[in-house]
């Protein structure tokens, strides 16, 4: 078997799984658009499209660590406290889509393309179309910084933006074969529509042309107007630096803008490629094994790893790196800034059983760490309620691209050291001093909770792991 039939094998089972069959022929604005989406929706076989090209589509969170997904929960469903926080966006999503969310300014839809099995198709072009007009939604919003769709395959391509306020004609060329699928992602923005839409795509099957409805499992997709952002400009500032996705929620629906004011943030940051993994979890998690089949991949494995036990509420132990980020909108004429960072830390001991250990470990590892740009390093050891870690630091806010404020992102690490049943909580002390010598204070937690860090025995190695792993195809515990 060459090395292309695999890989199209995984691609036709991914496009098999996904919700919704579209309908072979689309629906013009003019004719009745199917009901509101309902819940986990799906669609069986499109018998009337047999031997023809047909299409599947579903909500997608998002591409790229920048992204952001935003959308507004209906009256009367309580987002649960296991869909926010760092590393929550997937069961932010997936709990938000399930209560019939509605996305606010920007949406985004993957879907697929799959040729009839006796000839190909050339996909020319997609469209939105504006669907029936719906009541602008009232509840919860619900926020996600960095938002990517684990679930969409790499392969799957961005093939562009549409726009439901000016509808245009996206011109694309995509040739697929007979029998084969192809896939991608399109996103959709407007300003001032609460509306359901789906897109058109027009191929040519041989000297044919086809419009083919592309949907969310048989019912149109829906969208409203942007509302203000619920993130601040410093916790999106530090997504760049490998911080996890952050999940947010609001009660009630704002519009405006965001404030002006001097922002502030921190967050851990996840390990790079060629650095070793430390967690701690209550629990076995199952699905480790699974991605550890695959442990002939390096810088891959550790990595996906430790986003799966962060998002099952696993704790990073012995060693996590910290990015501290500073955001002023009005920053641009006084960039200069003077930074003391210090944390509050409260000693506990765990109840109960001992954590599960886990530990990954790239080739060639050597107790590296994401600590390398650190200015400063904290060593929690003992009961220390107050300690400094940046005294003095310098910084100096800059922006990137214009619209965008300017940022400043200073590192540090702390490391806990212990018996195994020791964790520390810690919230940070931020002070920030302009040129004038104004001083603002910050208090900073990890999206709502403290930071936790456990505990880890001096000279550990990976053998002491209950559950280690190896990126060269070796399991150790």
């Given at each position: 078997?060459?090395?292309?039939?695999?890989?199209?094998?995984?691609?036709?089972?991914?496009?098999?799984?996904w919700a919704?069959?579209?309908?072979?022929?689309?629906?013009?604005?003019?004719?009745?658009?199917?009901?509101?989406?309902?819940?986990?929706?799906?669609a069986?076989?499109?018998?009337?499209?047999?031997?023809?090209?047909?299409?599947?589509?579903?909500?997608?969170?998002?591409?790229?660590?920048?992204?952001?997904?935003?959308a507004?929960?209906?009256?009367?469903?309580?987002?649960?406290?296991?869909?926010?926080?760092?590393g929550?966006?997937?069961?932010?999503?997936?709990?938000?889509?399930?209560?019939s969310?509605?996305p606010?300014?920007?949406?985004?839809?993957?879907?697929?393309?799959?040729?009839?099995?006796?000839?190909?198709?050339?996909?020319?072009?997609?469209?939105v179309?504006?669907?029936?007009?719906?009541?602008p939604?009232?509840?919860?919003?619900?926020?996600?910084?960095?938002a990517?769709?684990?679930?969409?395959?790499?392969?799957?391509?961005?093939?562009?933006?549409?726009?439901?306020?000016r509808?245009r004609?996206?011109?694309?060329?995509?040739?697929?074969?007979?029998?084969?699928?192809?896939?991608?992602?399109i996103?959709?923005?407007?300003?001032?529509?609460?509306?359901?839409?789906?897109?058109?795509?027009?191929?040519?099957?041989?000297?044919?042309?086809?419009?083919?409805?592309?949907?969310?499992?048989?019912?149109?997709?829906?969208?409203?107007?942007?509302?203000?952002?619920?993130?601040?400009?410093?916790?999106?500032?530090?997504?760049?630096?490998g911080?996890?996705?952050?999940?947010?929620?609001?009660?009630?629906?704002?519009?405006?803008?965001?404030?002006?004011?001097?922002?502030?943030?921190?967050?851990?940051?996840?390990?790079?490629n060629?650095?070793?993994?430390?967690?701690?979890?209550?629990r076995?998690?199952?699905?480790?094994?699974r991605?550890?089949?695959?442990?002939?991949?390096?810088?891959?494995?550790?990595?996906?790893?430790?986003r799966?036990?962060?998002?099952d509420?696993a704790?990073?132990?012995?060693r996590?790196?910290?990015?501290?980020?500073?955001?002023?909108?009005?920053?641009?004429?006084?960039?200069?800034?003077?930074?003391?960072?210090?944390?509050?830390?409260?000693?506990?001991?765990?109840?109960?059983?001992?954590?599960?250990?886990y530990?990954?470990?790239?080739?060639?590892?050597?107790?590296q760490?994401?600590?390398?740009?650190?200015?400063?390093?904290?060593?929690?050891?003992?009961?220390?309620?107050?300690?400094?870690?940046?005294?003095?630091?310098?910084?100096?806010?800059?922006?990137?691209?214009?619209?965008?404020?300017?940022?400043?992102?200073?590192?540090?690490?702390?490391?806990?050291?212990?018996?195994?049943?020791?964790?520390?909580?810690?919230?940070?002390?931020?002070?920030v001093?302009?040129n004038?010598?104004?001083?603002?204070?910050?208090?900073?937690?990890?999206?709502?909770?403290?930071?936790?860090?456990?505990?880890?025995?001096d000279?550990?190695?990976?053998?002491?792991?209950?559950?280690?792993?190896?990126?060269?195809?070796?399991?150790?515990?």
């Amino acid at each position: 078997m060459n090395g292309r039939r695999p890989f199209l094998v995984a691609f036709l089972l991914t496009a098999a799984v996904w919700a919704g069959v579209a309908a072979p022929v689309a629906l013009t604005p003019d004719e009745p658009a199917p009901a509101t989406p309902r819940p986990n929706a799906s669609a069986g076989p499109n018998i009337a499209a047999e031997g023809r090209s047909r299409a599947a589509g579903r909500q997608a969170l998002g591409l790229a660590w920048s992204s952001t997904w935003a959308a507004t929960v209906p009256e009367g469903s309580a987002v649960p406290d296991r869909a926010l926080g760092a590393g929550r966006c997937a069961a932010l999503f997936t709990w938000a889509t399930e209560h019939s969310a509605v996305p606010r300014g920007t949406a985004a839809a993957a879907f697929t393309l799959t040729a009839p099995g006796d000839r190909g198709l050339v996909v020319r072009s997609l469209r939105v179309v504006k669907g029936r007009a719906l009541p602008p939604p009232r509840g919860t919003d619900v926020e996600c910084l960095g938002a990517v769709d684990r679930g969409v395959p790499p392969a799957m391509e961005s093939w562009g933006r549409l726009n439901l306020d000016r509808p245009r004609d996206l011109k694309v060329s995509r040739t697929v074969s007979p029998g084969a699928t192809v896939g991608g992602v399109i996103e959709t923005r407007t300003t001032g529509c609460s509306c359901q839409w789906w897109i058109e795509a027009e191929v040519w099957e041989g000297d044919r042309r086809r419009t083919i409805r592309i949907d969310d499992a048989g019912s149109p997709f829906t969208l409203a107007p942007p509302v203000a952002g619920i993130g601040t400009p410093a916790q999106g500032a530090a997504l760049k630096y490998g911080t996890t996705d952050l999940a947010l929620a609001r009660e009630g629906t704002t519009v405006g803008r965001p404030s002006d004011a001097l922002s502030v943030s921190a967050s851990r940051l996840l390990a790079e490629n060629g650095q070793e993994m430390w967690m701690v979890a209550d629990r076995k998690v199952p699905e480790v094994s699974r991605l550890a089949a695959n442990l002939d991949v390096p810088g891959a494995v550790c990595q996906r790893m430790e986003r799966l036990l962060a998002a099952d509420g696993a704790l990073p132990a012995g060693r996590a790196a910290y990015a501290v980020s500073i955001a002023g909108p009005s920053a641009l004429k006084d960039p200069e800034r003077i930074v003391d960072v210090a944390l509050n830390v409260r000693k506990t001991v765990r109840a109960g059983p001992p954590p599960q250990g886990y530990g990954c470990y790239p080739a060639l590892w050597g107790l590296q760490s994401n600590d390398s740009r650190s200015a400063g390093t904290a060593r929690l050891s003992r009961d220390t309620p107050h300690l400094p870690v940046l005294t003095g630091e310098p910084a100096e806010l800059l922006r990137e691209t214009d619209g965008e404020p300017a940022t400043s992102t200073l590192f540090f690490t702390v490391e806990a050291w212990g018996p195994d049943e020791t964790e520390y909580h810690f919230t940070l002390d931020v002070t920030v001093e302009d040129n004038s010598g104004n001083r603002t204070h910050h208090t900073v937690d990890d999206a709502g909770r403290p930071f936790v860090l456990a505990a880890r025995p001096d000279g550990m190695t990976p053998r002491h792991e209950k559950y280690a792993y190896h990126e060269n195809g070796h399991r150790n515990g």
